[in-house]
């Protein structure tokens, strides 16, 4: 399996970072997780085009999640037209919170002829589906989004991939990644400041407790990235970054 990480900002594109967003890639198919409002620029930069995408996984509901989605419909109407089906899953609320962003952002959008066929799978955790011959699980975390929010794992080719989504410390990311390939977790700040996000001293305090094979941080806040060396020295995971590409 192959991750690529399309978008490793936090909601306010900190250090320049398109938001969250990354594909994953194996035996032709390509599952993406999360694209938010930002996310195309970083999609756009690596020359990506949404005609490989055979499924979508959101994790939470949340613009910097899945702000992006009405613009990657439009371009896949408008602009490189797609010819096959979409599919997109995420949590219960998914579909009427989508219909509202498009009618939001670009109004009667809702309403068009599209040319290609797309449908909304709302999964409630915990969840247990396969996207695109990726096996997933979704387990509930800790993070106020107006419907639940999601830790995510993967399997494909005997690999695991887990991705944390957006929350504060549970437990539930003990089970999520145990024996991952790799574990991608949000670290946002170097305290605890925002609720319903990870900061460095909680997570380091539960990292002996992680098992996943290998570890790494994403949608880090302006503190984090200055404090990137400071995590380093304490044993902590190294930092993903738009453009990274990992092979499991
Ligand atoms: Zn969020």
């Known amino acids: 399996m192959r991750v690529t990480f399309v978008g490793t900002g936090d909601a306010f594109g900190s250090g320049g970072r398109a938001h969250t967003c990354l594909r994953l890639d194996h035996a032709g198919q390509t599952l993406m997780i999360d694209f938010g409002a930002a996310s195309i620029v970083g999609w756009r930069r690596l020359g990506f085009s949404f005609n490989e995408i055979d499924g979508l996984l959101v994790t939470h509901l949340h613009g910097d999640h899945f702000g992006g989605l009405p613009f990657l419909l439009l371009e896949a109407q408008f602009v490189d037209p797609r010819d096959k089906p979409l599919t997109i899953y995420g949590p219960p609320g998914l579909r009427s919170r989508l219909s509202m962003a498009m009618e939001a952002f670009f109004p009667g959008t809702t309403g068009i002829k599209w040319r290609f066929p797309w449908e909304i799978h709302e999964i409630a955790p915990p969840s247990r589906v396969e996207i695109a011959g990726f096996a997933v699980r979704t387990m ?16 494909a080719g005997g690999k695991s991939f887990a991705f944390s989504g957006d929350t504060a410390w549970t437990d539930a990311l ?5 024996d991952a390939d790799l574990f991608v977790c949000e670290c946002h700040s170097m305290a605890p400041k925002a609720p319903g996000h990870m900061d460095w ?12 094979r290998r570890m790494m941080i994403t949608h880090m806040g302006p503190e984090v990235l200055v404090g990137l060396d400071t995590i380093r020295a304490e044993g902590g995971p190294e930092a993903a970054s738009d453009g990274l590409v990992v092979e499991l």
């Open 201 to 212: 001293p909680r997570l380091r305090e539960n990292l002996p407790r992680v098992r996943a």
């Open 140 to 155: 509930e975390v800790v993070h106020a989004s107006g419907a639940p929010a999601t830790a995510v794992r993967i399997g």
């Open 174 to 178: 003990l089970d999520i990644s145990a």
